[in-house]
């Protein structure tokens, strides 16, 4: 039998699926068990069964999903439109259910149906279509957008593979390939009829004056939408990834002429766009395969876009007052030339007018300065891949010299680069950094003398990050304790975070929050132990540095620690140690060699550190396999210690910083990206900070042979390198390069900065043996987070870059 879902509307809180029961749920479960699944009870898998809840929470999104475009049409309302490589979204079906508050019906129903919710939230792979920080940036911001019921699309590719899977082997990374997609994804809707042509190649021609760019191939792009629902569910926009199709699907003459393989190649070829996603964070591919997926995104996204504007406006006068445009760093800068080509090319607006039209549409959000992130293509390239984009963008940096009397040596065409960083920046109304110290070294550094041009065109707006994924979701025993003491309020309104402020000094309370964090703790030692064998004492510091792999990131810093620490442990056994769990968690790019030397290191200092009975009771180290964002939601909120121990100037803003304030951890830190603001709100004496500035590393680097005089100035320092040095962990010739570095180059300062850290580390363990204190401090980082959510960083981009209004559904 078919059961109809009776879904009501709850008058007061606007919560349509609150009033569901576990019954209504169970019934309806097995209604897709059975409908969709095709499967008996008898029969089904856990598989099956995550199927038919995910339909089940699917059906209650698609209504507030089709209110809320229907809204915003009837309405005439501003969209905002997310152009990213990447969205690094992670699971989908916790995150809804806590979104369409059925949190206890669904336990409920799964109660009655015999299921573990557990096992089938663990059954659902993580979209991992991004890398690192950009792309779960792009995911908090979907989320914080329909929360605050802003009308908005995400664009980015429908990756086959996302970032690769890892795994160790002799303590070395290996890579195999991700494949979310082999198996149902019941989050999307293929919508056939928003498909596109995107070409490459080929010539341009002038046809009564006007540009015709014909282009000597073309895929089409076809759209996949997913609902990505906001807090209590009133509100959904549209993920839409594009995937990349041929053109035509087989070549017949091929086929017909025997040459079975070759006949198959259009659509070898076009898939390739959307096949995989680069695994380099912070470091620019140069690759053609990349400039094509970028242009894929854009093209797609801005056809798209366009049509939907002239379907219901047709005036272009109106473009900026409904549409904004935000790019997520440089990769989908070639947005700037493809919108004037289609304001000139197809709509025949002059040149001036689509200049002005376009950049008062588009904005560019900076990511980084690291000089090797900074995108580049050869003219040579960018002329044959995309010829007419290439004449669009001579004219604009042209336009650009002429108009703004900039001096020579800046614009976008040097030589035979073309440098998207300049083309972004020149085609955006407004360019943002992520953290405040972030926007002032993009207005000092990479883009100084264009800031002197357009004094006000960079602006700021710190990250965030969603509490509803990042908080209640992935800690519930925090999210009770907070719920029964201040109220659920903060989940839509983080600053009420601040009520707590009071309870530092309530010694019950701080007794539940260390309850809490216990719990959360000891779960995750269960976790390691059954991984890794690892023993983690509950009662240790949780020490957790988790993040891609990259020298600025520092973690050799970090493992170097880890070292001196044993060597002190081993001539004092019987010392006052408080015991600590260290544990890392990330990714190097597969090409980046320093970066996989570093997990080497880390996972043969583990070995012969946690096997060593003088000092095991002190010091365990665990490095699980394959970080991703579902690992995050169980790291996190068992942290006591957050690491964030960049080299200042080097990390734009970080996002995981944020989430382990929220979560109650202490930061050790250095005065790098949103580090900063933490700092300052959670208050000086709430933070564990150590190392050069900014401003004091750039001069320590530019001092020759700063790192020999550093290292021969720490005795812990030289202790850690000489233990490497003599084979301790592994083999000391697999080690030679990266000493070698260290010693005589340490481009990250790990050498200057290493006195430093291990001093804040010892401050860290006598705080942590004073129970009372540390809670009093974890407490004052939560109450003082609110500030990180990521509606306040939507709500400035609303206000001060987008122009955009929320929209109440009818
Ligand atoms: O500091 C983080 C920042 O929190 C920064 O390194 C990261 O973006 C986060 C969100 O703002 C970032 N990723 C990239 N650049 N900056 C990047 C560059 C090239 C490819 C992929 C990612």
């Not at 900070?689 to 320092?717: D, Q, V, W």
């Not at 580390?761 to 006598?766: E, F, H, K, S, W």
Request: some cysteine.
């Amino acid at each position: 039998m078919i059961v109809p879902l009776r879904v009501r509307r709850n008058p007061e809180r606007l919560i349509v699926t609150q009033v569901l029961t576990a019954e209504d749920l169970r019934d309806q479960i097995l209604h897709h068990l059975t409908h969709t699944q095709g499967r008996g009870p008898e029969f089904a898998t856990v598989f099956d069964w995550r199927l038919a809840v995910s339909y089940t929470v699917r059906d209650l999104m698609v209504g507030p999903w089709v209110g809320a475009i229907r809204a915003a049409r009837d309405q005439g309302a501003k969209r905002v439109y997310y152009l990213s490589m990447e969205f690094l979204i992670g699971r989908i079906l916790g995150d809804a259910i806590v979104n369409l508050g059925l949190d206890q019906p669904m336990a409920g129903a799964l109660g009655l149906l015999g299921l573990d919710q557990q096992v089938i939230l663990d059954d659902e792979p993580d979209a991992a279509l991004g890398n690192g920080g950009l792309g779960r940036l792009a995911a908090c911001f979907m989320e914080s957008l329909s929360s605050l019921n802003c009308p908005a699309f995400g664009y980015g590719i429908r990756y086959e593979h996302g970032l690769f899977r890892q795994r160790f082997e002799g303590g070395q990374q290996v890579e195999t390939p991700e494949d979310w997609l082999n198996q149902p994804h019941p989050w999307e809707f293929v919508r056939i009829n928003y498909s596109y042509t995107v070409g490459f190649k080929g010539h341009v021609e002038t046809v009564d004056g006007r540009a015709v760019w014909r282009p000597g191939e073309s895929v089409i792009a076809r759209a996949y939408d997913t609902p990505v629902i906001g807090w209590e569910g009133t509100w959904a926009n549209s993920l839409r990834l594009w995937g990349a199709l041929p053109t035509t699907l087989l070549d017949l003459k091929r086929f017909n002429a025997g040459d079975h393989t070759a006949a198959a190649e259009p659509e070898a070829l076009a898939r390739t766009l959307s096949r995989v996603l680069y695994p380099d964070d912070t470091t620019d591919s140069g690759k053609e395969l990349r400039l094509k997926q970028e242009y894929f995104l854009t093209s797609a996204a801005l056809q798209d876009i366009m049509a939907r504007f002239m379907a219901e406006h047709g005036d272009l006068d109106l473009l900026p007052d409904k549409v904004a445009i935000q790019l997520n760093d440089t990769h989908p800068a070639i947005a700037g030339p493809e919108l004037m080509r289609l304001l000139m090319d197809d709509h025949g607006l002059p040149f001036e007018r689509a200049r002005d039209l376009a950049r008062a549409t588009l904005n560019y959000t900076n990511h980084t300065l690291l000089p090797e992130a900074l995108e580049r293509w050869s003219t040579w390239l960018m002329g044959r891949v995309l010829p007419r984009h290439m004449q669009i963008i001579q004219m604009i940096d042209d336009d650009h010299r002429k108009t703004s009397g900039r001096p020579a040596h800046i614009g976008i065409v040097h030589g035979d680069q073309v440098h998207m960083g300049e083309l972004a920046f020149i085609m955006a109304g407004r360019v943002n950094g992520v953290s405040a110290l972030h926007t002032e070294l993009v207005k000092d550094t990479v883009f100084a003398d264009l800031h002197r041009l357009h004094p006000d065109r960079i602006v700021n707006q710190t990250n965030g990050v969603t509490p509803r994924r990042w908080l209640r979701m992935a800690n519930p025993a925090l999210t009770g304790l907070l719920d029964d003491t201040i109220g659920t309020g903060w989940t839509r309104d983080l600053d009420q975070l601040n009520r707590l402020e009071p309870f530092a000094h309530d010694a019950a309370f701080l007794d539940q929050l260390r309850a809490a964090k216990r719990a959360n703790k000891v779960a995750l030692s269960d976790g390691l132990l059954a991984g890794l064998g690892v023993k983690a004492d509950p009662d240790a510091i949780f020490d957790v540095q988790v993040k891609r792999m990259h020298e600025y990131k520092r973690q050799l810093l970090n493992i170097l620690e880890a070292i001196a620490l044993w060597h002190r442990i081993h001539e004092a056994p019987n010392g006052n140690w408080t015991p600590r769990v260290k544990i890392f968690g990330g990714k190097a790019a597969p090409g980046y060699w320093l970066a996989k030397s570093v997990i080497h290191l880390i996972n043969d200092v583990a070995t012969a550190i946690n096997n060593d009975p003088v000092t095991s009771e002190f010091l365990q180290i665990a490095y699980p396999p394959n970080y991703n964002v579902s690992m995050a939601e169980d790291l996190i909120p068992a942290a006591d210690l957050s690491e964030q121990i960049s080299t200042a100037g080097k990390e734009a803003s970080g996002t995981g910083n944020m989430k382990f304030t929220m979560n109650g951890a202490l930061t050790i830190g250095t005065l790098d990206g949103a580090n900063v603001e933490i700092r300052e709100l959670v208050g000086p004496e709430n933070f564990f900070l150590f190392g050069l500035t900014a401003a004091e590393a750039a001069a320590e680097k530019a001092r020759p042979g700063h790192a020999r005089a550093a290292i021969e100035a720490s005795e812990n320092m030289k202790i850690a390198l000489q233990l490497i040095a003599e084979g301790r962990f592994g083999r000391a010739e697999s080690w030679y390069s990266l000493l070698d570095r260290t010693w005589n180059d340490d481009p990250f300062l790990v050498a200057s900065d290493f006195d430093s850290y291990f001093a804040a580390q010892r401050a860290v363990d006598r705080a942590y043996a004073d129970p009372a204190s540390w809670d009093r401090m974890a407490c004052l980082n939560i109450a003082r987070s609110g500030f990180f959510s990521s509606d306040r960083t939507i709500r400035g981009y609303m206000r001060d870059i987008w122009h955009a209004k929320p929209v109440t559904p009818a």
